[in-house]
Structures are given as structure tokens and as C-alpha cells.
């Protein structure tokens, strides 16, 4: 049977490849280090004033999209992914950053509705026991994007000894965003989509500026969403240590391409993995979270030994002269494994952290106000850290406040995995208003799925 146009299926592969193209894309060049630049600094600013954005419009981004829908709020929002790759043209010419942290700034804006949007899409869409299954496949396609991305200044760059990208990677990447941006044009408006039993993926309701505001305001007094704000601040911290202090500080301008193909491409295996447990049969599903959790905790602490291993060795990155090229086997092999394994971390937490929110409801605008709140948080974790490394904190102080903030997050993370119950709509009426809680006590008394 092929894929219907109005099936939840289809609907999540379709932002799956706008995500391909946008911040895939996006990753490809943040993934490199400093944007691809040899001197760091414009591409840190930029990330800070992006992720300062990205909280704001992050928070609010779930009632922009319960208002204008999503075809048109991910359209506009494509865009700015294209103005930030373009900025790094300027960059190269004239050596002059303001606009790169102008574009980031803007990026945020876009960044956050897009992002609401797409979990959204992809956590409340599915079936329950299906959500893992969707996320993984999501992610994987996702996350080619930012395989596909580093082929890009891998091949343009394969013969360069310059420390920076060239104008035709950054062109190439805006022309992809901008196909990303149309792309979202494609997606059915929500109230259309079906999934295979037949059910609609939402559930009719109304919404305003004035309940919206009202909904924003009530995140922040949300017990659940208050016990994940550590999970939420240190999703995206270790993203900077990642990518510039392994990554962009010990190797070639051609081996952070490289490095950047499978860092992506290990992300897609990792998700794939945790999507086979988190849909499980063979356990309820506050097991499930139990088990994914165990994983990501060994899976972190590992890296961040790893990283400390590491950082002890090159405690100040390399200079250009002497960074490390893929081909030299035997001094490469242990720092590129380390960075294939942050990738698989990354999805890992990624998965586990969107799996934890769809397990709280299937009402679409309420995860949709959830996914807002956890990507606002993340990038205002995400700032903090861009930021400590603009204003050049040791990397040793970056490497400790990851680690940290990482064991900082595991009680409030267990204790939400063990409000999960087996069925969401046990508990997602107690987060919502009173009129959605009637609305969605007729719904079950019919007996369709939420």
C-alpha cells in the first residue's frame, strides 16, 4: 500500500525533508566549527545572538503555529536559515561579522517557529505506540541533511589549505535552504491528516491571541514542564564543545567535512536504535523510559570521559599547520571515533527528550505549546554556552560545565519518566484547560484515539 497524501506518515517525512534542507543544512556549517571560519569568534556571536532569539520566539513559537497554521509559519521561517549561510559570504569578503550576528539573530526567530512546528508534527501526529518509530524516521532524514551537508565542503574544500570555507560551499547551502523553505508549502493543513486507523490527528478546537497568551504563561507553572527544565538547558550546551573544541580546533578545514558526513550519519543510527526500544511491546512504557534513560547515561558519561582524555592531550586545540587530516590513520582514529560517538549521544538524547514529551499528551496544539518550551529552554542553554566560548572560557571550564550540567539533569529526568503512564491521555487533560478537558472526555467516550 503506497503513502497517502493526508496520512500522518507522509506528513512527518515531508518535514522531515524540509528539516533536510534547512537546518540540516544549518548543521552541516555549525557542525564544522565557528561556521567553517578559521577564526571562530563571528560564528560563536552569531550562534549566541541566534539561540538568545531562539528562547523568545522558541517559547512563543508553539501558539504563532496554533494561529497561522503550518504551512506558512515553516515557509517564512526557511528563509532565514538562507540568510544566515549567505551572511558568511559577506563574512569572507569583508571580514566584518555584524551581519552574520544580525542573520543569527533573525535565524532564532525563524528557528523557533520552525521547530515548534515540526515536533508538533512529528510527537503528536503518530499513534502512541508509534511515536518512537516516527521520531526515528524523522531524525534520519534530518540528519542526512547534515550527512549530505559536510560532502559538500568536504569535496569543495578537499584541496584547500585555507582554514575557512569557500563562497561556493556557503552558495550551495543557500540555494538548498531556500528549496527547503518552498518545501514547506507541501505540508496538508492539520485538520486533513489522517492516521491509518482512520482517526484525525486532531482533535477540533479554537484558538486566539488572548488563549494563547493565557497557555505561554501557564508553561511556566507546569509541573512537568518545570521538572524538565534541566533536560530542556542542557539538550543543545554540549553542541559548542562538540563542534569547536573537537572539531573545529584539532582538525583540517577537509577533515571537519568529513568528520561532519558520518557525525550525521552516526546520528540516523542512533536514532533508529532507541526507536526500537522506545515502541517496544515487550515493556510498558515507563520501562521503556527507564531502559532509553540507562543508555543515554552511560552514552554521556562516556563521552565526556572521552572528551577529558582528550582535552588532556590538546589542552589548547592544534595550529593550522599541525591539525589532524583523515588520512593520517593512526593519529586521526581516536578523535574521530570520539566525535562519531557525540553524534550517536546526541540523537540518543534528542530521541529520548521528544519520546518523554509526546508521552505527556496527543493534543496537538498542547505539544505543540510543549515542544515550543523545550526547544526555548534548550536554546537559551545553547546561548549560554555559544557565549562562554565567544568570551574564550578554558575549554577545560566548558568540558567541566557540561559534564555538570548533564548530572544536574538525571533526577528531574527519572522523575518525569516516572509520571509516564502507559496510555497519554491518562494525564494530558491535567495539563490542558478545562473546555479541552470536556472536549477530549467526549472523544474517548466515542472511543477514538486522542
Not at 551581519?99 to 508538533?120: K, P, R, S, Y
Not at 524523522?138 to 560532502?151: A, C, R, V
Not at 497519554?424 to 486522542?450: F, L, N, P, R
Amino acid at each position: 500500500m503506497g503513502l497517502r497524501y493526508y496520512s500522518a506518515l507522509t506528513q512527518v517525512i515531508i518535514v522531515g525533508f524540509v528539516c533536510f534542507l534547512c537546518p540540516g543544512m544549518f548543521n552541516a556549517v555549525n557542525g564544522m566549527g565557528g561556521g567553517g571560519q578559521l577564526d571562530p569568534k563571528a560564528g560563536n556571536n552569531a550562534n549566541t545572538a541566534l539561540y538568545c532569539t531562539f528562547v523568545v520566539f522558541g517559547v512563543l513559537g508553539g501558539a504563532i503555529v496554533n494561529l497561522g497554521g503550518v504551512r506558512w509559519t515553516i515557509f517564512g521561517s526557511g528563509f532565514t536559515y538562507a540568510l544566515y549561510s549567505a551572511s558568511y559570504i559577506y563574512l569572507n569578503h569583508k571580514d566584518d561579522g555584524s551581519f552574520t550576528i544580525a542573520a543569527g539573530a533573525l535565524l532564532g526567530v525563524g528557528a523557533g517557529i520552525l521547530w515548534a512546528a515540526q515536533g508538533m508534527i512529528m510527537v503528536s501526529y503518530p499513534r502512541e505506540e508509534e511515536k518512537g518509530k516516527y521520531i526515528a524516521i524523522f531524525w534520519t532524514i534530518f540528519n542526512l541533511g547534515g550527512m549530505l551537508g559536510g560532502i559538500l565542503p568536504f569535496a569543495i574544500n578537499y584541496r584547500s589549505s585555507s582554514g575557512s570555507n569557500s563562497d561556493g560551499v556557503y552558495i550551495g547551502f543557500v540555494v538548498l535552504e531556500c528549496l527547503g523553505a518552498c518545501l514547506g508549502l507541501a505540508l496538508a493543513p492539520p485538520s486533513k491528516v489522517t492516521r491509518d486507523d482512520g482517526s484525525s490527528v486532531v482533535l477540533v478546537k479554537y484558538t486566539n491571541v488572548g488563549k494563547e497568551a493565557i497557555e505561554i504563561i501557564k508553561l511556566f507553572i507546569n509541573p512537568m514542564m518545570l521538572a524538565l527544565l534541566p533536560m530542556c538547558f542542557t539538550s543543545n550546551f554540549f553542541y559548542t564543545y562538540q563542534f569547536d573544541h573537537i572539531n573545529g580546533a584539532l582538525f583540517t578545514i577537509r577533515t571537519r567535512g568529513f568528520n561532519n558526513m558520518f557525525y550525521w550519519g552516526f546520528q540516523m543510527l542512533g536514532a533508529y536504535l532507541i526507536s526500537l526500544l522506545l515502541d517496544s511491546k515487550r515493556f510498558v512504557r515507563k520501562t521503556r523510559g527507564y531502559i532509553a534513560f540507562a543508555i543515554v547515561f552511560v552514552t554521556f558519561n562516556a563521552i565526556w570521559g572521552g572528551s577529558l582524555a582528550l582535552h588532556n592531550k590538546y589542552p589548547k586545540g592544534l595550529p593550522l599547520e599541525e591539525r589532524i587530516d583523515f588520512k593520517e590513520t593512526k593519529r586521526a582514529a581516536g578523535p574521530i571515533i570520539l566525535y562519531l560517538i557525540c553524534g550517536i549521544a546526541d540523537a540518543l538524547y534528542q530521541s529520548l527528550a521528544y519520546w518523554i514529551i509526546g508521552a505527556l499528551s496527543n493534543d496537538n496544539q498542547l505539544l505543540a505549546r510543549y515542544i515550543g518550551f523545550y526547544k526555548g529552554m534548550q536554546s537559551f542553554g545553547a546561548a549560554i554556552a555559544w557565549q562562554l566560548a565567544a568570551k574564550e572560557v578554558s575549554v577545560g571550564h566548558q568540558l567541566i560545565a557540561n559534564w555538570v550540567l548533564f548530572g544536574l539533569s538525571i533526577p528531574s529526568m527519572l522523575f518525569v519518566i516516572w509520571r509516564i503512564k502507559d496510555h497519554s491521555e491518562d494525564i494530558s487533560a491535567k495539563h490542558d484547560d478545562a473546555d479541552s478537558y470536556e472536549q477530549e472526555k467526549s472523544v474517548h467516550k466515542d472511543g477514538i484515539a486522542a
